[in-house]
């Protein structure tokens, strides 16, 4: 699970949405509201088709119209990872949002979370001290000008 996922929040525009993804290279973007509680997830090939309006339509229209429009599935820290991976499978996620007992947000499990656990392979460590309601800009890495490709031999 990666316990710091970037996240952006449902007041947010989708162009900046987009912005964040390209930046972070996440696949899947946590949508929160302002009390930290998970609103939903974001996909990125949902997020790429409806970036294909134009760009000062996307600087008004909000992130929250994408995720209010569904039910959000989550887990729990105390879940089982067979209950998680279940559950996955039978919404057809890629990833699932990780909250508390309140319903914020604590963390993102993604099916490369399993690869990587079946393959015994360790997942990459993130920042110490960022927790999952990071800050949208600040902080954002650099616009990343490659892609990794392949797999990460031990």
């Given at each position: 699970?990666?316990a710091?996922?970037?996240?952006?929040?449902?007041?947010?525009?989708?162009?900046?949405?987009?912005?964040?993804?390209?930046?972070?290279?996440?696949?899947?973007?946590?949508?929160?509201r302002g009390d930290?509680?998970?609103?939903g997830?974001?996909?990125?090939?949902e997020?790429?088709?409806?970036?294909?309006?134009a760009?000062?339509?996307?600087?008004?229209?909000?992130?929250?119209?994408?995720?209010?429009?569904?039910?959000?599935?989550?887990?729990?820290?105390?879940?089982?990872?067979?209950?998680a991976?279940?559950v996955?499978?039978?919404?057809?996620?890629?990833?699932?949002?990780?909250?508390?007992?309140?319903?914020r947000?604590?963390?993102?499990?993604?099916?490369?979370?399993?690869?990587?656990?079946?393959?015994?392979?360790?997942?990459?460590?993130?920042?110490?001290?960022?927790?999952?309601?990071?800050?949208?800009?600040?902080?954002?890495?650099?616009?990343?000008?490659?892609?990794?490709h392949?797999?990460?031999?031990?």
């Amino acid at each position: 699970m990666n316990a710091a996922p970037y996240s952006i929040s449902e007041d947010e525009s989708v162009l900046m949405a987009w912005e964040v993804m390209e930046r972070t290279g996440q696949q899947q973007l946590p949508v929160v509201r302002g009390d930290g509680c998970c609103a939903g997830l974001l996909e990125r090939a949902e997020l790429a088709a409806v970036c294909a309006a134009a760009a000062t339509a996307l600087s008004r229209r909000k992130v929250r119209a994408l995720v209010h429009a569904r039910r959000t599935v989550t887990a729990h820290p105390e879940d089982a990872a067979v209950r998680a991976a279940a559950v996955m499978t039978a919404e057809r996620l890629d990833a699932l949002p990780v909250t508390d007992r309140h319903g914020r947000l604590v963390g993102l499990l993604t099916a490369r979370d399993y690869v990587a656990a079946a393959a015994g392979l360790r997942a990459h460590a993130e920042p110490a001290g960022q927790g999952p309601a990071r800050a949208t800009l600040p902080g954002l890495p650099p616009h990343r000008s490659t892609r990794e490709h392949g797999i990460p031999i031990p």
